[in-house]
């Protein structure tokens, strides 16, 4: 996340041209808004990484600290990991799913949701050490935005920053402590030790936004410029209550709302945002979820207070309230002009799910100007995703890779600069800003599915990479989507939203076993007559504590006039992780995105070790 910069009032032009065809292929953009966190990984990347332009960054994340914090996700187009936003992004990822999880799983991206879920808590994991010890940033953004390098090439500073009872950070452990309790619900079904492991981390980590209570921009400092935390604690200590309760049906946690619904300001905030800092909102629509499935007890007349400013938000966004929000001339939600996008993304989740709420309880919505149908919550959040997606002035879409006319030059280190797959040079720090942030031209990378920041309180947008507050991405733009879109993608609304319901068991991620080879196939081809060319070399080299690592590039070309299928490798003597290629029992296929190689076409794949080059050679194959 690039910090904003003043700048003198532009006189701006509103273009008035036709939108774009209000028909939108919601399932192709869900999957797409998943395959997004993909780009953003940090650490080691899996076998199974379809964003293949990306290899391992981060490694050593934790390590002067004496604490493992490989791995986890880069919040924006820089190099840092932000806690407090990171969190954020998990929670709101959990809660898609949690109620929209039987659609994602009809179109296939429950497995690939869930995947992105649970690489941010197995980071979040590894950041809590300790009850009253939570790493909260690893490295700063003024060191990481002096420079421009891909994550794979960073040399800037990577100390990590903690809270504990000494240095508190109350919203940075809620948050946190929200984001565990969210995602133990997601996993209850598939992989009940695993939720099980972070409903504890939840309880310890509610606990120690509780009992040490504090801002944690006032501990970790070098957080103020970036994502300082200007609401205070007490949203993220009622949202985690929320959460921790859904999780856990603890009346403990139901209690904590009640009691300190009034004096943390949960029923006195009337919010018209909702985002990573200010969550009243989002804690005002679960209280009203839980009023409304009857369970707020003795606590109904502080929650029936909830719930008037849950309506108050609601009814701003649709145009019935009191305060509504501000929006351009084309209809979009307007907060403000750096990464507003984030800011309708979120709001519309929160309308998305109160409407399914109210449709299940048979209400209506109470607004200023009258009782509204909740279906108008609905397609407000569908006008702001159409408008999202290119039903909008320019007929821009704002998530990249989707349409043909969307964002080619995003503020985005990695996307910006050529893939280390493709040209291993070492990039400096300085470097990259004059090689690769000045050009204009497209990003070598496209980064699939990314929600940049979009356009101004007038509809215009300037697809430049040095606009930052435009055309930055984030993963909290995209979390709230996953949910929306399953939504406007089932088509279905007859599902109830009150019931607890858990979510759906995924069907594997990983690519089906590819049948066995027919009779025709020829085995074991390692002669010079052989179709298929394997040439091998290496890339690169590099000492790392005394130990020299190797970068292997493989070459495999189709050198017959068939299109090759049905590939199984031999892969010996490695010792590292290897990229490029899908592993099934002892033998190596096709990437997971790959099929078939036509005639005269080339694959690449590369590994890494401290050794000499592995064994590559052909088991089987079809020629068709």
């Given at each position: 996340m690039e910090?904003?910069m003043?700048?003198?009032p532009?006189l701006?032009?509103?273009?008035?041209?036709?939108f774009a065809?209000g028909?939108?292929?919601?399932n192709q953009?869900l999957?797409?808004?998943?395959?997004f966190?993909?780009?953003q990984r940090s650490?080691?990347?899996?076998?199974n990484?379809?964003?293949t332009?990306?290899?391992n960054?981060?490694?050593?994340?934790?390590?002067a600290?004496?604490v493992?914090?490989?791995?986890?996700?880069?919040?924006?187009?820089?190099?840092?990991?932000?806690g407090?936003?990171m969190?954020?992004?998990?929670t709101?990822m959990?809660?898609?799913?949690?109620?929209?999880?039987?659609?994602?799983?009809?179109?296939g991206?429950?497995?690939?949701?869930?995947?992105?879920?649970?690489?941010?808590?197995?980071?979040?994991i590894?950041?809590?050490?300790?009850?009253?010890?939570?790493?909260?940033?690893v490295?700063?953004?003024?060191t990481?935005?002096?420079?421009?390098?891909?994550?794979?090439?960073?040399?800037?500073?990577?100390?990590a920053?903690?809270i504990?009872?000494?240095?508190?950070?109350?919203?940075l452990?809620?948050?946190t402590?929200?984001?565990?309790?969210?995602a133990s619900i997601?996993?209850r079904?598939?992989?009940?030790?695993?939720?099980?492991?972070?409903?504890?981390?939840?309880y310890?980590?509610?606990?120690f936004a509780?009992?040490?209570?504090?801002k944690?921009?006032?501990?970790?400092t070098?957080?103020?410029?970036?994502?300082?935390?200007?609401?205070?604690?007490n949203?993220?200590?009622?949202w985690?209550?929320?959460?921790?309760y859904?999780a856990?049906?603890?009346?403990?946690?139901?209690?904590?709302l009640?009691?300190?619904?009034?004096s943390?300001?949960?029923?006195?905030?009337?919010?018209t945002e909702f985002g990573?800092?200010?969550?009243y909102a989002?804690?005002q629509?679960?209280?009203?979820?839980f009023l409304?499935?009857?369970?707020?007890?003795?606590?109904a007349?502080v929650?029936?207070r909830?719930h008037?400013?849950?309506?108050h938000?609601?009814?701003?966004?649709?145009?019935k309230g009191?305060?509504n929000v501000q929006?351009?001339?084309?209809?979009?939600?307007f907060?403000q002009?750096?990464?507003?996008?984030?800011?309708?993304?979120?709001a519309?989740?929160?309308a998305?799910?109160?409407?399914d709420?109210?449709?299940?309880?048979?209400?209506t919505?109470?607004?200023a100007?009258g009782?509204?149908?909740?279906?108008?919550?609905l397609s407000?959040a569908?006008?702001?995703v159409?408008?999202l997606?290119g039903?909008n002035?320019?007929?821009t879409s704002?998530?990249?890779?989707?349409?043909n006319?969307?964002?080619?030059?995003v503020?985005?280190?990695?996307?910006s600069?050529v893939?280390?797959?493709?040209d291993?040079?070492?990039i400096a720090?300085r470097?990259?800003?004059?090689?690769?942030?000045?050009r204009k031209?497209s990003?070598?990378?496209?980064?699939?599915g990314?929600?940049?920041?979009?356009p101004?309180?007038y509809?215009?947008?300037?697809?430049?990479?040095?606009?930052?507050?435009q055309?930055?991405?984030?993963t909290y733009n995209?979390?709230?989507?996953?949910?929306?879109l399953?939504?406007l993608?089932?088509?279905?609304?007859?599902?109830n939203q009150l019931l607890?319901?858990?979510v759906?068991v995924p069907?594997?991620?990983a690519a089906k076993?590819?049948?066995?080879?027919?009779?025709?196939s020829?085995?074991n081809?390692?002669?010079t007559?052989s179709?298929?060319?394997?040439?091998q070399k290496?890339?690169?080299?590099w000492?790392?504590?005394g130990?020299?690592?190797y970068?292997?590039?493989?070459?495999?070309?189709?050198?017959?006039s068939?299109?090759l299928?049905?590939?199984?490798?031999?892969i010996s003597?490695?010792?590292g992780?290897?990229?490029?290629l899908?592993k099934s029992?002892?033998s190596y296929g096709?990437?997971t995105?790959l099929?078939?190689?036509p005639a005269?076409?080339?694959?690449?794949f590369?590994?890494?070790?401290?050794?000499?080059?592995a064994?590559v050679s052909v088991?089987?194959?079809?020629?068709a």
């Amino acid at each position: 996340m690039e910090k904003s910069m003043s700048m003198a009032p532009l006189l701006l032009m509103v273009l008035c041209l036709p939108f774009a065809s209000g028909w939108h292929d919601y399932n192709q953009a869900l999957s797409k808004s998943i395959l997004f966190f993909e780009a953003q990984r940090s650490g080691y990347l899996p076998h199974n990484q379809r964003v293949t332009w990306r290899a391992n960054s981060g490694l050593n994340d934790g390590k002067a600290s004496e604490v493992d914090l490989v791995g986890g996700y880069y919040d924006a187009g820089d190099n840092v990991k932000f806690g407090l936003p990171m969190a954020f992004t998990i929670t709101m990822m959990s809660w898609s799913i949690i109620e929209y999880g039987k659609p994602m799983a009809a179109n296939g991206e429950l497995g690939h949701a869930m995947e992105a879920v649970k690489w941010g808590t197995d980071y979040l994991i590894k950041a809590h050490p300790e009850p009253y010890v939570l790493y909260g940033e690893v490295g700063d953004g003024n060191t990481d935005h002096y420079c421009w390098q891909r994550p794979e090439d960073m040399t800037t500073d990577r100390h990590a920053y903690r809270i504990d009872p000494s240095n508190p950070g109350s919203d940075l452990a809620g948050e946190t402590a929200a984001a565990m309790a969210a995602a133990s619900i997601v996993f209850r079904r598939s992989n009940p030790a695993y939720s099980s492991e972070l409903l504890h981390h939840a309880y310890q980590l509610f606990d120690f936004a509780d009992k040490y209570k504090g801002k944690y921009d006032s501990s970790i400092t070098v957080a103020q410029k970036y994502y300082r935390s200007v609401s205070g604690y007490n949203d993220e200590l009622l949202w985690a209550a929320a959460w921790l309760y859904q999780a856990s049906n603890n009346q403990y946690y139901l209690n904590y709302l009640g009691k300190n619904g009034d004096s943390m300001g949960g029923t006195g905030w009337a919010m018209t945002e909702f985002g990573w800092d200010v969550k009243y909102a989002g804690v005002q629509t679960l209280v009203a979820k839980f009023l409304m499935q009857g369970k707020a007890g003795m606590h109904a007349p502080v929650f029936e207070r909830y719930h008037q400013k849950a309506e108050h938000f609601m009814c701003s966004l649709i145009g019935k309230g009191t305060r509504n929000v501000q929006k351009t001339p084309g209809g979009l939600m307007f907060r403000q002009r750096w990464n507003n996008m984030q800011f309708v993304t979120s709001a519309s989740f929160l309308a998305t799910v109160y409407s399914d709420y109210l449709v299940s309880s048979r209400g209506t919505l109470r607004c200023a100007a009258g009782n509204v149908a909740p279906t108008q919550l609905l397609s407000f959040a569908k006008s702001q995703v159409d408008y999202l997606l290119g039903d909008n002035p320019r007929g821009t879409s704002y998530m990249v890779g989707y349409g043909n006319n969307f964002p080619r030059q995003v503020h985005h280190r990695g996307s910006s600069i050529v893939s280390i797959k493709v040209d291993s040079k070492f990039i400096a720090c300085r470097q990259g800003y004059a090689a690769w942030y000045t050009r204009k031209a497209s990003d070598p990378n496209v980064l699939t599915g990314a929600v940049v920041g979009g356009p101004d309180a007038y509809d215009n947008f300037a697809d430049e990479r040095d606009n930052y507050e435009q055309t930055e991405p984030a993963t909290y733009n995209n979390a709230p989507l996953f949910g929306i879109l399953a939504r406007l993608g089932s088509g279905h609304s007859g599902y109830n939203q009150l019931l607890p319901e858990a979510v759906p068991v995924p069907k594997p991620v990983a690519a089906k076993p590819k049948a066995e080879p027919k009779a025709k196939s020829t085995l074991n081809p390692a002669t010079t007559s052989s179709p298929i060319f394997i040439q091998q070399k290496m890339a690169t080299s590099w000492n790392e504590k005394g130990r020299t690592y190797y970068r292997y590039s493989i070459v495999m070309t189709n050198k017959s006039s068939k299109t090759l299928k049905d590939l199984k490798l031999s892969i010996s003597k490695l010792y590292g992780p290897i990229w490029g290629l899908t592993k099934s029992g002892n033998s190596y296929g096709f990437p997971t995105y790959l099929n078939s190689l036509p005639a005269g076409k080339s694959l690449e794949f590369v590994y890494i070790h401290a050794a000499s080059p592995a064994d590559v050679s052909v088991s089987s194959y079809n020629l068709a």
